[in-house]
């Protein structure tokens, strides 16, 4: 039977602790402070510890140095809310997971669940970091710029874990891909990744999305309804824009955080959560904070691991490697060798790509289909201009007889088109608030509107 070790100053909180950890099928032996576990450790060597960090007689991150490296002891940190700093440094020196107070219990289930399975994890995420030194991508991403070096260090550290994850980046920096590799190199992901955007949908609904509903809960609820949580259940739920939720429906969602527990609307029976959550935002959060945007508890219970997405321009070399690998990966599929000669290469270097990795993927297709075979001249498919001009704008021209909704429309795609893609930019100089624009987006993509998406998407 595996062996737990249990720190902690609380009497309380060990007791509980020892109760969940037992009826899980661990032996349980417990400790007050680091002198005590010293002790339990020699009696008998634990396969898992489960410490907080802070006690009496120091930091339970000491215990790493009693504890003997070859036996590959999986040591769980329990952390209080703002100690964002240790939780990631305990991953950094060997953490396997870490747990927020208070204490989920579900997420602790499952953390004690995956401690015998999460070798061929890492042996995984091993052979990705070897291909990153030959090939320049880790998984999809592509790019290996010190930035982005550094980000796949944390992403190899905290996707085997149960942790919450933030991804704070520009518009088009690849957020939702980080957030693929994130579910692909964790045990969840046999089960499914599945990505809300926050702002997409209406205010009204978005709690029955999110919970499901009951036959009969409100009117127009004529059968039961799974909502994201019970569908992605088992793996990960990517709440992007997270900015954008309604805030009565982040005080629920801290709420499931905090418990694990969740119920449907129009029933009071609690179900049991058992998603992996990663947000993102392309604002600041701190500034979302400030600005009413974020509650300020929501925000410290997803911010236990943040990960930046740093911007295309901060990437060096990587601008060169993504268009070239993209250019690649076309020629492939269309049996032709077009190229990118030097000229064009150190253009795209000089861009400041607003827009980032999703700009230049545009730019390369653009490229690509303009261009006969052979080198690509610059003339030929110039770079877009900065949507800081907007007044430089391309025109549109709407002939007499158009439909206000359908000028709407156009006029919508040629500033997003304008934009490079990035919705904030587009949403100003249309002068309507980011939500409105997703909902229309939602809607022209619910009508059919197929290149609603391309454009939206590509
Ligand atoms: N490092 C990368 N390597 C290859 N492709 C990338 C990389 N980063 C992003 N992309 C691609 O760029 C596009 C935009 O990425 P993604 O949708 O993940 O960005 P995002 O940060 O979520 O943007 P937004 O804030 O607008 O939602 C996608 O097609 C994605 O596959
Ligand atoms: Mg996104």
Known sequence: MPHVLIVDDEPNTRAALSEITKAEGFTVATAADLREARIQIVRQAPDVVLTDLRLPDGSGMDLFDDLDAKLAVEVILITGHASVESAVDALRLGAADYLVKPINVQRLKAILDRVPRSTDLKAEIGSLRG????????GQMLGNSPAMQDLYDQISKVAPTEATVLLIGESGTGKELAAQTVHELSLRRKQPFLPVNCGAISPNLIESEMFGHERGSFTGADRQHKGYFERASGGTLFL????????????KLLRVLETGLFMRVGTNREIEADVRIIAATNRDPEGAVADGKLRADLYHRLNVFPLELPPLRNRGKDVELIALSLLDQLNASAKTTKTFPPEVLANLSA??????????????????????DGPISTSAVPLQISPTKPAQGAAISIPVGTSLADADRQLIFATLEQCSGVKKHAADILGISLKTLYNRLEEYSANGTREAMETERS
């Not at 291909?131 to 880790?138: K, M, P, S, V, Y």
């Open 240 to 251: 992007d824009e997270i900015t954008e939720m309604p805030i009565e429906l982040q005080v």
């Open 131 to 138: 291909e990153l030194r030959r090939f320049g991508r880790f």
């Open 351 to 372: 861009h400041h790509w607003p827009g980032n990795v999703r700009e230049l993927k545009n730019y390369v297709q653009r490229a690509f289909i303009m261009a006969d």
